[in-house]
């Protein structure tokens, strides 16, 4: 055979044996944009929500308007109680009640939210942060008030909604005071105080759109605020603890509301100005400086935890619903 015929024969050889060569049509997912100002965007154009580990049902509001109500009564006895009455002439027990009356009453809340949709996921992501708030509670006990665990309770508040917020910041407090020995009169009130702190951050505009560097600036400015009206109403309740003829700053349980209001205001400024200023400034600074990556990985934990996705069950093959 001639060279030439073999090279034809190869050819008929080879064009037989390889398959055509198509190309597959391409397919993508809906994407979505991202920037360090702005939230998750759909294909649609629209923000996504964000997901909430805790959604409020009407039982889980009214039981927390409940408590929310005794416990200003709680905090704000002494102005509301007119001297004549019987809860001034039991001016030292009467914290005592309030504070025996909120530990039921927060444990009442806290089993209400659960049985609204407290789930395993955050159940455990409740006992991480908890954990975590607890520990850091006693870095800067006792100095100045630095108290790092107020930024964390803002920023979980945040990201995981008021609902989830109120259960952390009373579990947190519950867990610190066991943990450095602050078990007394004054951890229910605790309690009460940082659940408002942690769900407020909650309630904050913004929770599916704002990012970045705004949404920072809004944090800080409410937990600036926030840490100065922890300070003041956990003083309402130590003060009437105070012996009247210890100091003219003391509550007076035969006072007028008016010369109580002022002998507080004044207690408020010798007392705890400083403590509640460094509060406020350390938890300022660390919202700006270990805020970004904190709420970076709160959100990426609660994409994956997927709180809000319904499990779905396939029957069996060879099985009718």
Not at 24 to 34: D, E, F, Q, R
Not at 70 to 78: L, Q
Request: some cysteine; overall charge positive.
């Amino acid at each position: 055979m001639t060279p030439a015929r073999k090279n034809s024969a190869w050819k008929n050889l080879t064009s037989r044996t390889s398959a055509p060569k198509t190309s597959a049509p391409k397919t993508s997912a809906p994407k979505t944009s991202t920037s360090k100002t702005s939230a998750p965007i759909d294909s649609a154009g629209t923000a996504v929500r964000q997901a909430r580990a805790v959604r409020l049902g009407p039982r889980s509001l009214l039981a927390l308007a409940l408590v929310s109500a005794v416990g200003a009564v709680a905090f704000c006895w002494p102005f509301l109680a007119p001297p004549t009455s019987q809860v001034s002439a039991h001016a030292k027990d009467a914290p005592w009640l309030f504070a025996g009356l909120l530990v039921l009453l927060v444990a009442v809340v806290a089993a209400t939210i659960s049985e609204s949709g407290l789930g395993p996921k955050a159940v455990a992501m409740l006992g991480v942060l908890a954990a975590t708030g607890a520990a850091l509670r006693p870095i800067g006990a006792g100095t100045a008030g630095i108290e790092p665990m107020f930024f964390l309770m803002v920023l979980s508040g945040r990201v995981l909604g008021p609902g989830f917020g109120f259960v952390l910041g009373s579990v947190t407090m519950f867990a610190s005071a066991l943990l450095t020995g602050g078990v007394g009169p004054w951890m229910p009130f605790q309690m009460l105080a940082m659940g408002w702190f942690a769900m407020g951050a909650g309630l904050l505009p913004g929770p599916d759109r704002l990012r970045g560097r705004t949404e920072l600036a809004l944090l800080a400015a409410y937990g600036f605020l926030a840490a100065f009206a922890y300070g003041t109403v956990m003083n309402l309740a130590g003060w009437p603890f105070m012996q009247e003829n210890a100091s003219n700053i003391a509550f007076d349980p035969d006072g007028a509301v008016p010369a109580n209001l002022a002998r507080f205001l004044a207690f408020c400024l010798a007392t705890s100005l400083g403590w509640d200023l460094g509060r406020a400034l350390v938890t300022v600074v660390l919202t700006f400086l270990a805020g970004p990556a904190v709420l970076r990985a709160l959100r990426r934990a609660t994409r994956r935890a997927a709180f809000e996705a319904q499990a779905m069950f396939d029957a069996p093959p060879g099985v009718r619903r």
